[in-house]
């Protein structure tokens, strides 16, 4: 219950197009949900948050979609291009036994070819 | 406004010894995380220091001990390290031990041998 799934492990994005990520979570406690951008050799850096009141949030060319219901998340990338490529992680945190404690998913490795 | 900051980058030590890393926070937060991150891994949470005190623990065993400063900065030590503690280990700060925004640092990378 712990858990957060994310797919795809992988993905090949031609440059212009849409990058979409999807993460799912099974504790219904959580109420935060952010999205990491991770460079080779670098810590993660926060790109996008979201919490459960709102169903997407948009910030530039990353949009956050939230489906409470299907305890779903995703990460959209609008116009991509080479400079994002990077591994993505989607994380969850909330609840008493989880209060600041983020739990992240498997990561999605994003290429964007020119 | 200086971010995360993690010292040293990189470290290699040799199996059975013992290992500290520092972290500053960013400027204003009181709330620091540790995680673990393995290769091809998403981070994987270890603990939380909130005034100074352990607040949350991962599932790491008791070799894994930290500290908080009265001016918020963190230390994590591993004691009798193991190969498979090799690892990128990344320092998050947070305000208030809430779920809020975290920010990490570039992380200390930890080869054991």
């Known amino acids: 219950q712990q858990q957060v799934k994310q797919s795809p492990q992988s993905l090949i994005v031609q440059k212009g197009g849409i990058s979409i990520i999807n993460c799912a979570y099974e504790?219904?406690?959580?109420?935060?949900f952010p999205w990491y951008q991770q460079f080779p050799g670098k810590g993660p850096a926060l790109l996008i948050a979201?919490?459960?009141?709102?169903s997407e949030k948009k910030e530039g060319r990353f949009t956050i979609s939230f489906n409470k219901s299907a305890k779903q998340f995703s990460l959209h990338i609008m116009d991509s291009q080479p400079g994002d490529s990077a591994t993505y992680f989607c994380a969850a945190s909330g609840g008493s036994s989880n209060t600041g404690k983020l739990i992240f998913g498997q990561g999605t490795t994003l290429q964007v070819k020119p | 406004d200086a971010g995360v900051t993690q010292s040293p980058t990189h470290l290699i030590k040799t199996r059975g010894q013992q290992v500290t890393l520092r972290c500053s926070p960013k400027?204003?937060?009181?709330?620091v995380s540790w995680y673990q991150q393995a290769l091809g891994q998403g981070p994987q949470f270890i603990f939380q220091?909130?005034?100074?005190?352990?607040?949350q623990r991962g599932n790491f065993p008791d070799r894994f001990s930290g500290h908080q400063f009265p001016n918020y900065s963190s230390e994590l030590n591993v004691n009798a390290l193991l190969l498979g503690d090799s690892a990128l280990y990344l320092c998050?700060?947070?305000?208030?031990?809430?779920?809020?925004?975290?920010?990490f640092g570039q992380g200390t990378r930890l080869t054991v041998v």
């Open positions: 979201i919490r459960p009141d709102v």
């Open positions: 220091y909130y005034e100074e005190e352990e607040r």
């Open positions: 998050a700060s947070s305000l208030d031990r809430g779920n809020t925004e975290a920010f």
């Open positions: 504790n219904t406690a959580f109420d935060y």
């Open positions: 400027s204003g937060h009181d709330t």
